[in-house]
């Protein structure tokens, strides 16, 4: 029975023949070219030629003479120098990116295709989101509110923080009434992302390092269309909007502190200051009503404070924020 293509060797640029041919070596000996193919269901010159690209990336030993059995090369020397192999043309790759960008800017129509790009369609966009993630290397801002596209994707930004990705993000107060969500920004916050919370958020906005800004093109309950902004001063402006608004954010509590009362304090103050009802934070925090208005008057009680934002300033005086 012939094998099937797995693909898992794809990021190493084998083809469908390639990879079939390698792993079926790995596990026999001693046939030929027209014996491999005989046994995956591909003509022998097919084989043949498969073979032969295999031997050129140094996966297989090439036979001394023609009819002579072929062999594989050990997989932890070979794939690991192919691996070495494979890094070195992306690193080249990756520097020809600026030279392609002028080229890019030479032939736009005009001055505003250098700087702004909009893309259009949910795949479009969530794909782009996607690659803007999976290449980002010092630092990634977000400004987070609905709409949304897509369910985000933990793997994605817990690989980035695994690598090192300072993340800064700011979420506008109805995503914390979602549970789910909440959840997430919790696994999110104890792999090291920092966040924080405000009652409301002028827009969504995403910055990728220095080099791209994310944003919709317009308000609304659907996200149709965005603009890719590159480096340029809007980009600036775009980063110093977002420094100004993390600057008023509060911070999102930890969930995991052994500080048990000072950790309900600040979780409470937290929610308070994001502008949540009372019956709001009760499902938040898995409390009643009751109960959440009878800590809120204990932490008014404790600082004298008249209002809860009289107590919020006392409390960020007494570094529970």
């Known amino acids: 029975m012939a094998e099937q293509w797995t693909g898992r060797f794809g990021g190493l640029g084998l083809a469908a023949d390639q990879e079939l041919l390698y792993l079926h070596l790995l596990t026999t000996t001693g046939l030929s070219a027209g014996q491999l193919g005989a046994a995956l269901g591909m003509a022998a010159e097919r084989a043949l030629a498969a073979l032969g690209a295999l031997a050129d990336l140094g996966l297989v030993e090439r036979p001394v003479a023609d009819g002579a059995v072929w062999s594989a090369a050990a997989p932890d020397v070979a794939l690991e ?94 995503v914390l009434r979602d549970p789910e969500r909440v959840a997430e920004i919790q696994l999110y916050a104890g792999a090291g992302e920092q966040a924080r919370v405000l009652p409301e958020l002028p827009l969504k906005l995403a910055l990728v390092d220095d080099r791209w800004a994310l944003l919709p093109v317009s308000s609304g309950t659907e996200l149709q269309s965005v603009l890719l902004v590159r480096p340029s001063s809007l980009l600036d402006a775009l980063a110093g909007l977002f420094e100004l608004y993390w600057s008023r954010a509060m911070r999102v509590p930890a969930a995991d502190s052994t500080d048990l009362p000072r950790d309900r304090h600040r979780q409470l103050l937290t929610l308070l200051a994001a502008g949540l009802t009372d019956e709001s934070i009760a499902r938040q925090m898995g409390v009643s009503t009751r109960t959440v208005q009878r800590w809120v008057r204990e932490l008014m009680d404790r600082f004298g404070a008249r209002t809860r934002f009289q107590a919020g300033i006392q409390a960020a005086r007494a570094d529970l924020l």
């Open 81 to 174: 120098e192919l691996l070495l192999r494979r890094e070195l043309e992306l690193r080249r790759t990756r520097g020809r990116i600026t030279e392609l960008l002028r080229t890019y800017r030479r032939t736009s129509t005009g001055p505003e295709g250098e700087l702004v790009e909009v893309i259009t369609g949910r795949d479009s966009i969530a794909e782009l989101w996607r690659s803007l993630q999976l290449g980002v290397r010092h630092q990634l801002r977000v400004l987070d509110k609905p709409p949304y596209i897509r369910r985000s994707d933990p793997e994605l930004e817990l690989a980035a923080l695994g690598r090192g990705v300072r993340m800064r993000v700011v979420y506008e107060s109805q």
